[in-house]
């Protein structure tokens, strides 16, 4: 088992997940740690960072659209299949990283990696190389505006949580992108208190809701969930205090 602890990025298209693995990586630089920057995503035209291992090497959604006259979809898919042989070398490669920290951005398509065979593949091996494993669901500010939009991605948080069978936590980013994020949503015991006023003004909706948010606190290790940007650099000491957090409790770094 290596030293560095995993930090997996997933969440819904052009959430910022390849933007918050740059942002992450220089706040972590500047605070002395050493950082390993992974592209896991086989269709990126660009990642906005500089990275360390990139999955394009081996194979190229791009290069298998042309080869193999796929549509975009398809060769994503073709992509994903021929990557989930080829983990060991992933792996490997990641292994061989002398590191504090390896962030590693995942497809911005969650559902080639979270429903496929490539998320359990890549957690185990993950599991082998570092000493703790951390899952981020990274999600937009300008969708989370209400109880019932929180409430559903903390569903969602923990859906990929009970899938790949690591902590994962909720990551609110854009925050600079609006003018605020509803208050009284941040911590678990606010949304099950939130949670709790909607239930009695919803009816079997707002049963549902309380219900949920049950769920979510009960299995949720972080206490609150972190409001970061990618683009002002702010909450990312937050951000770090939960992945921490998250990391000593599941691995055993002290
Ligand atoms: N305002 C604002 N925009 C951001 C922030 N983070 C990312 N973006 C923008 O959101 C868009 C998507 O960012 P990416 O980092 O590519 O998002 P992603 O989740 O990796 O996207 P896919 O991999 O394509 O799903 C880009 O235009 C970014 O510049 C942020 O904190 N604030
Ligand atoms: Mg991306």
Redesign the pocket.
């Known amino acids: 088992m290596g030293g560095a602890v995993g930090v997996l990025f997933v969440?819904p298209?052009?959430?910022?997940?390849?933007?918050l693995v740059r942002a992450y990586g220089d706040w972590l630089v500047g605070q002395g740690f050493r950082v390993g920057r992974v592209n896991l995503?086989p269709a990126?035209d660009y990642v906005?960072y500089a990275p360390d291992f990139d999955v394009r090497k081996i194979v190229s959604a791009r290069e298998i659209a042309l080869r193999e006259g796929l549509g975009p979809n398809g060769a994503l898919v073709r992509a994903v299949e021929v990557l989930v042989g080829r983990v060991g070398e992933v792996m490997d490669a990641l292994g061989g990283l002398d590191v504090d920290y390896l962030l590693i951005d995942t497809p911005?398509q969650m559902e080639l990696f979270v429903f496929r065979d490539l998320s359990l593949r890549v957690v185990d091996g993950l599991r082998r190389v570092c000493r703790g494993v951390v899952g981020l669901f990274v999600v937009d500010a300008s969708l989370v505006r209400d109880v019932g939009d929180y409430a559903f991605l903390a569903l969602m948080c923990a859906a990929v949580q009970l899938r790949l069978d690591i902590d994962v936590v909720a990551v609110v980013?854009?925050v600079?992108?609006v003018d605020s994020v509803p208050s009284g949503l941040r911590t678990w015991v606010e949304l099950l208190g939130e949670a709790s006023r909607v239930l009695g003004e919803r009816g079997a909706y707002g049963e549902m809701m309380a219900r949920v948010a049950e769920v979510v606190a009960s299995y949720s290790k972080a206490m609150y969930v972190p409001l970061v940007?990618?683009?002002t650099g702010e909450g990312l000491e937050d951000l770090h205090r939960v992945v921490h957090e998250v990391a000593c409790s599941c691995g055993d770094l002290t």
């Open positions: 969440g298209a052009g959430v910022g997940k390849s933007s995503d990126a906005p911005g980013n854009k600079d992108a940007s990618a683009r």
